[in-house]
Nanobody, 119 residues
């Protein structure tokens, strides 16, 4: 069974940085899209950043210039580098991969990792 395991969340002060990781349980290839979403309490899950096949990226306006999404296919891992964090970035962050992991094509989700930005 394919799993995405996220790590790197935690409590950070405003202005600080965190790097989230999302490790897939199998080899990843033929990826259509990798992405990070976030969901704050009482709100819907929103797209934060995405990488598409071919390498183009897309960022939600509020994180442009602060967050960077990247992937290391050799390690089957997706990253989200978050800098200059703000209290409004507080949310549960989820990674999402659409593509082939191992021998299965699917729309895969991690379990989520909490990011709290507070002084």
């Amino acid at each position: 069974q394919v799993q995405l395991v996220e790590s790197g969340g935690g409590l950070v002060q405003p202005g600080g940085s965190l790097r989230l990781s999302c490790a897939a349980s199998g080899s990843i290839f033929g990826i259509d899209r990798t992405a990070w979403y976030r969901q704050a309490p009482g709100k819907q899950r929103d797209l934060v950043a995405a990488i598409f096949r071919g390498g183009s990226t897309n960022y939600e306006d509020s994180v442009k210039g602060r967050f960077t999404i990247s992937e290391d296919n050799a390690k089957s891992t997706v990253y989200l580098q978050m800098n200059s964090l703000k209290p409004e970035d507080t949310a549960v962050y989820y990674c999402n991969i659409v593509g082939w992991i191992g021998a299965r094509f699917g729309d895969y989700w991690g379990q989520g990792t909490q990011v709290t930005v507070s002084s």
